[in-house]
């Protein structure tokens, strides 16, 4: 049964934490439209070829390549407020030495680029630290309306932001633009030292870059996930072609001036919020797969629509319904992505997840100012419109999985090991091997079982993984994984597995004759020969 709570889209609101840091995070993304309303207008007075300014959304996406993995992990064992906070301030100082180069007139296009890449530098740090900490502000049930209540904040404010933005230029000039949006920061940071840091269980650290390794590995065998990354680059790629080159769609096919641009903007920003508010409905009615289709279509024809006119009402009004498809895949994809990850990887898995988004936005900005250097800008929307339909008549051969956001909490079930490993060997990688015998007649359902146990154990700390058969006795079957050190296989014991995990291995269990052998073994390292003793 539903409650009205878990029914309710507002239902995270009423949590006065996380309606605090919404409000202030709306504040935030505010101020960061008008800063690339302000940014690339700039770019179009000063005549910036599309490629210039389509680099703008590249130079404030790529710093997500080089620090969102490590971002993840920093997140993941260190106190996130204070994490936030630093960032906050950090781009405090560049967001006003920005504002101040701009109003004494000393930026160049360089310049320009370069300061809005340390602000994405800030950005990036922020992401996995953000995205993990609002699921300690809410139960899990309030997830998926968490999320979505994040997109409708992201998106009202690309409504209000570039409108804002395109009233105020005229009035305080881009450099007072870039001030305003310096001050927002200093909003989220005074809303996040107001914030309590959420209670959390204390997790052992792991070494740095072993816990990258770590999320990678649960990406790479976690299948749900890996859908949904696949879907994300396969809409994400064409359709930002819309940010990226709106801005001369706007003044060099539509004769439109900053105040123009900043209400197309706005118009795909209302659209987002409205699909918002419509996609917890949507997601009980349709699967994710058939949002996905229908949001990659609508996407699509509206790119196609923006090649071909030059109306401003009917480019608006198509805007609007991009910006419903538009949420429908990111937010519905990140929802989907926060609901299924447990607790101890959930940082590092977001930051892969952003990775990958940002990886596609930085590529595709610059890829789209390229095509419309060389062939024009109707001819890139109608390509760009092209791709989307192409993937999205893809989707029935390569669904999204569905995600079970039920069994995700952690769950204590294997037995302990009763193992306390010598001095010599505490270290070193070990091997686990488990010897089952196979009832008759189950060979089928148990291999087929097992390839899910195998996911299992890859991602929550294996290193590799094999399946044997006796060659005397075909009933008998031995699995052998290996885990990197004892700690790290202790830390399977007692923090990553999860109530799906514990399915998967009863599903196991019900092909077998009893319960499996378990044997711990560790690597040793040869010595050196002792003395007298011939080779």
């Known amino acids: ?63 997500v390549l080089l620090l969102t993995l490590p971002a993840g992990v920093v997140a993941e064992f260190a106190d996130r407020r204070r994490l936030l906070v630093g960032t906050q301030a950090f781009q405090v100082v560049v967001g006003a030495t920005l504002a101040g180069v701009t109003v004494t007139g ?14 994405g530098c800030g950005s990036a740090a922020q992401l996995p630290a953000y995205q993990a900490f609002v699921p300690d502000l809410v139960p899990r049930a309030e997830l998926a309306q968490a999320a979505a209540l994040s997109s409708v904040g992201v998106n009202l404010a690309r409504a209000v932001g570039p409108a804002i933005a395109g009233l105020l230029v005229t009035r305080l000039g881009v450099g007072g633009l870039f001030a305003l949006n310096a001050a927002t920061f200093v909003v989220f940071a005074l809303a996040l030292l107001r914030s309590p840091s959420p209670p959390r269980a204390p997790a052992a650290r792991e070494a740095f870059l072993a816990g990258i390794e770590a999320g990678g590995r649960y990406v790479r065998h976690a299948p749900v996930v890996r859908r949904i990354l696949v879907r994300l680059v396969v809409f994400a790629v064409p359709a930002n072609v819309l940010w990226a080159l709106l801005a001369p769609l706007a003044h060099d096919r539509l004769g439109l001036g900053s105040t123009g641009y900043g209400l197309l903007l706005g118009a795909a920003g209302i659209g987002s919020v409205g699909g918002a508010l419509v996609l ?32 401003p009402a009917l480019v ?23 609901a299924f990850l447990p607790g101890w990887v959930r940082a590092r898995a977001l930051s ?14 610059a890829l789209w100012g390229v095509v419309s250097s060389a062939i024009g800008l109707a001819t890139t929307f109608v390509i760009a419109g092209v791709l989307l339909l192409a ?15 039920s069994g995700r909490e952690t769950v204590t079930y294997w037995p302990d090991p009763g193992v306390t490993p010598a001095p010599d060997v505490e270290t070193a990688p070990v091997l686990v091997s488990l010897r089952y015998r196979v009832g008759p007649g189950q060979q089928a359902g148990f291999s087929a079982a097992m390839a899910d146990l195998r996911n299992t154990r890859l ?35 007692e923090e990553r597995l999860t109530g799906l995990d514990q399915r998967v291995q009863d599903r196991v269990e019900q092909y077998t004759d009893g319960a499996a052998q378990v044997a711990h073994l560790f690597r040793l390292h040869p010595t050196k020969k002792a003395p007298g003793v011939n080779p």
């Open 352 to 365: 892969i997840y952003q990775l990958v988004l940002f990886t596609s936005f930085a590529g595709s900005a």
């Open 1 to 63: 049964m539903i409650t009205s709570a878990e029914a309710s889209t507002w239902a995270p609101l009423r949590r006065g934490a996380f309606r605090a840091l919404w409000i202030a995070s709306f504040v935030s993304n505010v101020g960061s439209w008008m800063q690339t309303v302000g940014a690339q207008w700039l770019l179009v007075d000063e005549h910036g070829s599309p490629l210039v300014i389509s680099l703008v959304q590249s130079a404030s996406s790529l710093p």
């Open 280 to 311: 917890p409905r949507l997601r009980r009615r349709f699967s994710a797969s058939w949002l996905v289709a229908g949001a990659g279509l609508v996407f699509g024809v509206a790119m196609l629509v923006l090649g071909t006119v030059r109306s």
């Open 459 to 493: 991602r929550t700390g294996g290193t590799g993984w094999a399946l044997y058969r006796d060659a005397r006795d075909e009933a008998v079957h031995v699995e052998q994984y290996t885990v990197a050190s004892w700690d790290e296989h202790r830390r399977q014991h």
């Open 391 to 405: 993937g999205a008549v893809t989707v029935p051969r390569r669904p999204v999985l569905d995600v079970a956001t």
């Open 106 to 119: 000393k930026t160049t296009p360089v310049l320009l680029l370069v300061f809005t890449f340390l602000l």
């Open 316 to 338: 608006l009004a198509v805007l609007v319904a991009a910006g419903v498809a538009w949420i429908a895949v990111i937010a519905g994809m990140n929802a989907a992505t926060q």
